[in-house]
């Protein structure tokens, strides 16, 4: 797919751009195509980061040499603070600054599986976040195995008393992403629904879509009043191996142990930094990213490759010379894997009425198949003009309305408009939460394509002349 | 590859096999088709087996399900076996038998790698087979990198004293397999040769295709006098990380504990299985395949897959009642990745002479994608005929002499002939040695075309009236 795709779109990167834009944006470029910010400004900055972006990489190439895997609340994520501060400053951006707040920090332990009986055999597992600890002993008991989350949540109260419930289920491979809703309530749900049922601990299979010896973590949830169990996630072979030897009809025994523990409230902070308006009384641009990961991994896909794609987009503006009228804002956020704990502070610190639109990258470094707007009618034009100005990319409209990223989530919540850059997910859950989430994995083509139309995002909201606030409702 | 190129062979192997066979085979059939072993049966047996065949796949599901990793000399070996004897009882075979040796046998222990200095995180790495322990407190020391194995063995004696040796290398990925012979030196030799020049420890770039953090084992040489030191293999995405690291100037410490362990001599052995020949003193065909696998997972493609093709195309011999003039054994042998010991255990205790063609299975399972032969000017026609009939399923006839493989290594190093049926090798060294080695890389669709090649070349060659013995050498 992708070797088909991007040789399209070198292809149509390499044509005058005018060629594009003029004729797909004729109603737009009258008014726009006088000045520094006009659509062939704008295309120009495109089809330079279409052509030779290198900043992307290399900021995700710093972070995961340089840094590593970068664990919320971890000496390791402050040390990723303490790099982008100066990486940001360096290229220039203002206002520079960590924000920090405390957090309830968890730290993985010991990890391992192995079936007992019948059929001895170890198999690779990871902890769940937030997952209970078995004892440096472990945990010694039957499985007992459900296919979906469904079934798990109609067996009886106390049916599982101290047995190792397994939850199967199979997560589909789709470009946007969809399968996770299907398959990760198994994550986030199947564990505390064992508990209730007197479960020992659970292991599931990774929700995830490849076919390697790495689990997928990822926070588990436990509802309120439920007891914290171990929970663990197998590998998608792990969990077919699983499955084949509960076929064949006999009890099988897991000896599991898990020894993850939690440090109590640590220092977490969100980084951000700008490039500021002429108009200080206009709402700011917030771009964001998330700067923590999961420890299995260096966090290339999830999410330095975000903070990559939004910076690299910004420095072509600040580079540019060209004031925008609203202030671009850079949020690299802390502790979203645990909790999004980086996005309230930021949200409470910073009220949502200073924010007009709000985007997020972190879907990985795949290309940008879509763009989603959630705008006023006021900003008609502006949708209409990102969307000329991302056609030569080969970006389409989307009819769904944005939702914003996680990280911009309680800002989205209060009000502030919203504008996706879809990226391709068809490969995202092979790596999603993996120790395999590293830097081979990024392709800078299609990086650079992101930064493209992050370029042509960021250019045309920061000059919008609309009115972006936040509507105030009546009732 | 797979996909464009499986459907056409399964579109040969739908059309009536003698369209292919009379039109290529004239020469032959005038004298083999009027029996049971004749062209059409076999051809018939050949399509039988390349359109239903689960019996290579059962074989595989088992030994990876119910036993899991075998290596050599430990209880889960010893398991396979009785597994083995099972099975090939209750499949028919004749002679099923368990030949034991003892040999000494190295277990793996902990193993972990983090760089300590200037940019702290862990890294994925596996001890290589005989590697020394770390002790369990590890090993802290700077890392020197070398490119590759010439660049180590130019060092100067004493040169590395204390140093953690690194070699990076890049394997080729290569349909015939060759480029472990180019990437191979640095697991077989680089610990040898860093162990001369004073290095306290050694981690190379996993042998292998792949990008996942799942490092590739395998055994490495001592050279006569050298003391074993601890030898560890990286994942691809940690070795492209630290030379990324390395290639920043400032020095890097990695801290590598490795604690595998010697237990002494244990007993390993071979399983055998005949289909007895009509003429006792016609020497037998030998098909072979390995029934250990290293530890890290359940060696689906190395090796159960080979003892699956091998039994399931001698079963369907066995199953048309024909009984061949020499005898088919069956060797699924012992201890091949630690060393060969149960391919010389078999040599020592079956002469060369009882043998007239040696052939193993022991590449993964992907298609057969041409056949080598080395048999005397009298088997010429057994060639043309094995030609003929393999035509049908895609598989040309190489240029290239057979060699045999490593469990009839001695046989064939004593005069027996030799057919490789050999196995498109593309992306067997994603897998090899690592622990993706598990079921799900198997596909049933290529394993099928392998018993089918297999079925033919076992069927004339157990019905061939050539002179097959081993050539007296006239000095």
Redesign the interface.
Known sequence: MKKLILPALCALASLPSTAFAQSNATSVSSRTNSHATGNDAIAAMRDAAMESDTLAYAIT?GL??????RLAGTE?EARARAWGVARLTALGFSNVAIETYQMPTWIRGAETAE?VS?????M?VTALGRSASTGDSGIRAEIVAFETVEQLRAAPMSSLDGKIVYVGHHMMRTQDGSGYGFAGPARWFAASLASERGAAAIVIRSVGTD????PHTGGTNWAEGVSPIPAGALS??DA??LE??VA?GRPVTMHLTLTPQWLGDRESGNVIADIPGSDPDAPMIIAACHLDSWDL??GAFDDAAGCGIITAAAHRILESGAQPRRTIRLLWAGAEEVGLFGARAYAERHPAAEHAVASESDFGADRVWRVEFNLPDSASGDADRITSLLAPLGIPRSPIPATGGADTSPLVAGGVWAIDLQQDGTRYFDLHH???D????IDPAQMRQNVAAWTVMLSVMSNSQADLGIPQTTE
């Open positions: 190439e995961t040499t340089e840094i590593g895997p390791a079936i019948p059929y001895p055999q170890a690779h076919n390697h010896r790495n998608n072979p077919d191996n084949r030897m064949l991994a260096t993996t120790p395999d590293t830097l081979d994995k």
